[in-house]
């Protein structure tokens, strides 16, 4: 029965566990989700500390013991949850790493999971969501979260704070398996896998639409971009090879968007924002916790487990690079720059042989993107985005070799 649970599986087994631990929050089991967040990501860091050790290893090893130390040192109050959430995050990042021997039927399973989880949850909430707040011209967020209901769950949070959060954590889900989608298009029926790919824009658009949301649109469109760049001859047959071809569709859905009264408020908030990057508020956080940094903290961070109560991030920056720096100072920093650019310059090279490590090259440039405007920090299994930054092309070879064998 265990012949083949080998530790590939039993990682993708814990992640999926994590994924699940999102989708039973609305339904009350609160403590039940604490567990599976924290613990699939502490199981998965003690995975990759027994590994045995190479150089990149025993240095990620070494930082991690010094980030330890230095948030213990520093330690605040509330200290060991934001520990224990620190910790875990790690966990799920390292897991790109530790999945390198992963194969393609593998990430098939895993890639069925990522949608059809958001699928189910947002058929569940969708019709709760009250549209007419949209059509109205006048945005509230907390009138969008009031039409869920005023219950409150088990944990002390709202039912309509727990489904938007929610929301938002899926969708990170849905964006994971468009990124991926090139290791297993051939695995697919083509028709479902259009159905599906279809229904989660539309759930991305929607969540953009319903909750004012910037980021999500601003994803969706890089995706586009990066799959008209790198993905027209991996996804023959799903996209249309020709490149001015693919530039007019993209074209066309920016067009729908700029002038759909529906996104109105949403371009308002981008147009807010490049008018006063300044008064940005993530920007404003990030400058705000960096500008009281020390020497040494700038080398080392604050550590894992520091939180900052006068921000709205507290534990975690909504900028990614600070975040970095926020825990593991300029050398944390470093390291994942230099692994991600090392990451993508590998993947392109190898590309010219074996197209499909530019899914590497598209998640390294993705996750780099990202980090501007958002954490990638976190204790959600998506975040092994950031982790795949950098060592994607480790399970990519592994994915290669498997559909060589198979063929040969």
């Not at 592994?398 to 063929?407: E, F, Q, R, T």
Request: glycine fraction near 8%; proline fraction near 2%; charge should be positive.
């Amino acid at each position: 029965m265990f012949k083949n649970f080998n530790k590939e599986n039993l990682i993708l087994l814990l992640l999926g566990l994590n994924i699940l631990s999102s989708f039973i929050w609305v339904f009350g089991f609160h403590t039940l989700r604490l567990v599976l967040l924290s613990g699939v990501g502490l199981t998965l860091l003690s995975i990759f500390f027994i590994e045995k050790n190479v150089v990149a290893t025993i240095f990620i090893k070494f930082w991690i013991f010094i980030m330890f130390f230095v948030g213990f040192i520093n330690r605040p109050s509330g200290y060991f949850p934001n520990l224990i959430v620190d910790l875990s995050s790690l966990g799920i990042i390292y897991s790109a790493y530790s999945i390198r021997n992963i194969v393609g039927n593998q990430v098939y399973k895993a890639a069925i999971i990522l949608i059809i989880v958001p699928l189910i949850f947002y058929a569940y909430t969708i019709p709760s969501m009250d549209i007419s707040i949209v059509q109205s011209g006048y945005f509230n967020r907390a009138k969008t979260l009031n039409a869920f209901g005023d219950t409150l769950l088990a944990g002390g949070a709202l039912k309509g704070q727990v489904i938007y959060d929610t929301h938002g954590i899926m969708l990170a889900q849905v964006f994971l398996f468009f990124l991926l989608l090139p290791i297993f298009y051939t695995k697919f029926n083509k028709p479902l896998l259009l159905l599906l790919f279809a229904s989660g824009v539309l759930l991305i658009l929607l969540y953009s639409v319903y909750y004012q949301k910037r980021q999500s649109s601003l994803e969706l469109f890089l995706i586009i971009i990066l799959y008209g760049l790198y993905y027209r001859k991996l996804l023959r047959g799903f996209l249309p090879n020709n490149l001015l071809f693919t530039a007019i569709i993209a074209i066309g859905v920016i067009y729908f968007v700029l002038t759909s009264s529906y996104f109105e408020n949403v371009l308002n908030r981008f147009t807010e924002t490049a008018e006063d990057i300044n008064s940005f508020d993530r920007k404003e956080e990030a400058v705000f916790v960096l500008s009281q940094f020390s020497f040494l903290d700038w080398v080392f961070g604050k550590g894992l487990g520091f939180s900052t109560p006068d921000t709205a991030g507290g534990a975690m920056l909504h900028i990614g690079y600070a975040n970095l720096i926020f825990k593991g100072g300029i050398i944390l920093l470093f390291f994942y720059l230099y692994n991600s650019i090392n990451n993508l310059m590998y993947c392109l090279k190898a590309a010219k042989r074996h197209p499909e490590f530019y899914v590497g090259v598209v998640i390294s440039i993705y996750s780099m993107i990202q980090l501007t405007y958002t954490g990638g920090f976190h204790w959600f299994a998506t975040i092994i985005i950031t982790g795949l930054a950098m060592f994607s092309r480790y399970p990519l070879k592994s994915i290669v070799h498997d559909a060589l064998y198979l063929k040969g």
